[in-house]
């Protein structure tokens, strides 16, 4: 379909608003091209409800409903409100629409290496390597009052390292004997390295020692409700014996006093005997059948009594296994946590008290330079560029700076404190 005159001075209009709408913190439409994230404010004049902030798809897009996908990565702005109007030209929804967009919002730029505040920062259009170095602070520069706080850094970081060694051997010492209390044992026996910096450490000697009471008094506990529930099974064992003896001899008895009736019966039918006698005999008969009944209940308490206490011991034995291997988890991870704040709090005291007083004290020697790098993604691949300070930025693009006032050698000192060690026993 062709253009009215008219629809190409809209047209030229909405071009026009969308270059002198772009100011403050839009950014300028003119220039810039949209990428993928960028975030577009689009206003369709015929339209008002479709208008709004919409935000460029991971395949350079932004929906419109009623003309569907846009592709915007890699025009302008007003390339974008152009195409916008002549997909509904020429989807026959509108023969004279108007539209504007601006660019509200793009991806930030990252500074990172030798400036004085690395980190995020929001991109403006045709921002250089310099004006990027400007935002994070400048170069690097030693005398920075800031360098003045690394020596106090450097001693609480020396504090906070021992304080966080102290909790590491506390935890693998508590290991050693969650695992000897979880094998029932009377006695820790803690990793070779733990015992030899116990003799250097007081208060690890300390703690220690208090693990083996806590292993005696948790292990002498269980052991007592153990052989509590031991004792008692041998009581009913032995009463379930006892009702076995009484039954037997209720039998034999009543073996008996039938043999006695059916006698009585034979001389009562030839009248030899009373029936008096007959009668005592089957009452005793009966009373001694009864008596075998009460030990038949008895016997089935006793043996009910028996299966809770095997219950009781099962249960004690299981919620205990529980309850260690709950809390050697526990235990696993603290260390793992305190292990990696070690080695973070390791890292940071090496630059503060090892690398920047070098630098300091070798001021004379230093020749400045400073090698600068662009790494931006292309085609969905992280690319390294060489860049200049006049080398313009893209929205996503992380610059690297590293300045090389460094001296030929820099001596180093090995940290104080000793080396992290993992315990092998016991790895649940």
């Not at 509108?94 to 967009?101: C, L």
């Not at 026996?189 to 030899?196: G, I, K, S």
């Not at 034999?252 to 008096?276: C, M, N, W, Y």
Request: proline content about 4%; some cysteine.
């Amino acid at each position: 379909m062709r253009m009215s005159a008219l629809t190409k001075g809209i047209l030229g209009v909405a071009a026009v608003l969308s270059c002198l709408l772009a100011s403050g913190t839009v950014i300028a439409a003119e220039d810039y091209i949209v990428r993928i994230d960028d975030k577009l404010k689009i206003k369709i004049f015929q339209f008002p409800e479709l208008s709004g902030e919409y935000t460029v798809s991971t395949s350079g897009t932004v929906l419109i409903p009623p003309i569907g996908e846009v592709p915007v990565a890699g025009s302008s702005a007003i390339d974008i409100s152009n195409q916008i109007s002549k997909r509904f030209i020429g989807a026959g929804i509108s023969n004279k629409p108007g539209a504007t967009v601006e660019v509200l919002q793009s991806r930030p730029i990252y500074v990172l290496g030798d400036v004085q505040r690395p980190g995020e920062y929001t991109y403006r259009p045709g921002v250089t390597v310099l004006q990027a170095v400007t935002l994070a602070g400048g170069w690097f520069r030693l005398n920075d009052p800031g360098l003045m706080r690394l020596d106090r850094e450097a001693i609480t970081l020396t504090g906070d390292m021992r304080t966080l060694f102290r909790r590491y051997y506390n935890l693998v010492a508590e290991r050693a004997r969650l695992n000897a209390e979880l094998a029932m044992k009377t006695d820790v026996v803690f990793p070779a390295d733990l015992t030899r910096r116990a003799g250097e450490d007081r208060t690890l000697v300390e703690f220690l020692e208090d693990e083996r009471l806590i292993l005696n008094l948790n292990v002498g506990q269980l052991t007592k409700q153990l052989n509590s529930l031991n004792d008692s099974h041998g009581l009913y064992q032995k009463q379930l014996e006892a009702i076995s003896r009484q039954i037997l001899a209720s039998k034999e008895q009543s073996q008996s006093v039938k043999k006695e009736l059916d006698e009585v019966k034979g001389l009562f039918a030839r009248g030899l005997t009373p029936i008096t006698r007959q009668m005592g005999l089957e009452r005793m008969l009966a009373q001694l059948e009864m008596a075998e009944q009460g030990y038949q209940t008895l016997m089935l308490r006793t043996q009910q009594e028996l299966t809770q206490l095997d219950q009781r011991t099962f249960d004690l034995k299981s919620d205990r296994q529980a309850k260690l291997n709950l809390e050697l988890r526990r235990n696993r991870l603290d260390l793992a946590e305190v292990a990696v704040k070690i080695d973070t709090d390791r890292n940071l005291m090496t630059e503060a008290r090892v690398t920047v007083p070098s630098l300091t004290s070798s001021l004379s020697d230093m020749v400045e330079g400073r090698n600068l790098t662009i790494v931006r993604v292309l085609d969905g691949k992280a690319v390294t560029i060489d860049a200049e300070e006049t080398s313009e930025l893209y929205p996503g693009d992380v610059l690297k700076v590293k300045k090389s006032f460094l001296p030929s050698e820099i001596a180093t000192d090995e940290t104080a404190e000793p080396t992290l060690f993992m315990p092998t026993a016991g790895r649940n």
